[in-house]
């Protein structure tokens, strides 16, 4: 029986699986079974799989599902004592499994262990680094202000720990990843180790893309981890939807000229203006202005000439660092 099982949830995934597969089968740590869901792929996603000759890989075939269902397909079919999951999109470090196997055997009291995570264009090309926090034991408050685990190809749960939260909300297309990592933070402590074993690659086709759903689902999950979390703690609420807004704001003006939803994203300036006017004394907020009427009233090719020649203006990840995480 192996100890880790990691599940691969693909959906015509035949551009990047190969290179997510080869990722897992380098670790270190070799004593792991590989689930890959595959849910109805109509393209060559399984004859990219079945290039790899290696035992520990199990393949199975369903309908087509969200991610959510598939990953609880993909637990209900391991038999590891510890789980992990990978979008197929993604790639690991080499010694990602091996590093959270030796957390979580050296802190009994912990029942997930994360990582730092990187982002990566579709190449594979670094862009930035996520949050990198060294927060452990109880993460909740942490946790609820914002959400630091940084991607769903990160955490490792103790089978046992997953089972008694019920797996992955299946009612959410989105933020399934947040809302398991809250519930589990509820009722476990966490161990953190610090390096960057997680490459979440950022590409125009990806769900995190479609910011309506985003922010729908998010704003239900958030509703949610505050009606099951202590009363002590109910006062970070503004602050969670507050930094949930400059995200979405991020997200939304990171689209390129032509395919930005002008009136969403202006909604979103003054979401996150209402939820923390403290904005307004930071030149982040105007250059949001700017960028958006740029991408608004420039034809997109022009735009995109005026972004390129003024690249601070066109990065809109600083709103990312205007996220309140140290809050009393």
Known sequence: MPVISVVIPVYNGE??????VQSILNQTF???????????????TLDVIGKFNDSRIK?????????AVNRNRGFQNSSGAFITFMDADDLWTTDKLEAQYKALGTSSNAAVVYSWTNCVDEQGNFLRQC?????????????????????????????????AVGGFDE????????????????????????AAHVLYRISSGSKSSNILKMEEANLRVIDRAFKEAPESLHYLKP????????????????????????LVTARFITQGIVTDPSLLKTPVIYKAMLKLMIMTLLPPQQANTFLLKFPRLANT????????????
């Open 15 to 20: 551009k990047t699986i190969g290179e997510t």
């Open 30 to 44: 070799t004593d792991f079974e590989l689930l890959i869901i595959n849910s109805d792929s109509t393209d060559r």
């Open 317 to 328: 990840s600083t709103f990312l660092g205007y996220e309140k995480l140290n809050v009393p």
């Open 171 to 194: 009612t959410l297309s989105n933020a399934e990843d947040t809302d398991l990592a809250l519930r589990l933070s509820i009722r476990y402590e966490f161990a953190v180790v610090p």
């Open 131 to 163: 949050s990198y926090v060294h927060w452990a034991g109880n993460v909740l408050p942490k946790l609820l202000v914002d959400d630091f685990i940084g991607s769903g190809s990160n955490i490792m749960v103790r089978r046992d720990a997953f089972e």
């Open 59 to 67: 393949i199975f075939t369903y309908p087509k599902a969200i991610v």
């Open 239 to 262: 602050y969670a939807i507050g930094n949930l807004y400059k995200y979405l704001l991020y997200k939304a003006l990171d689209a390129p000229p032509g395919q930005q939803k002008t």
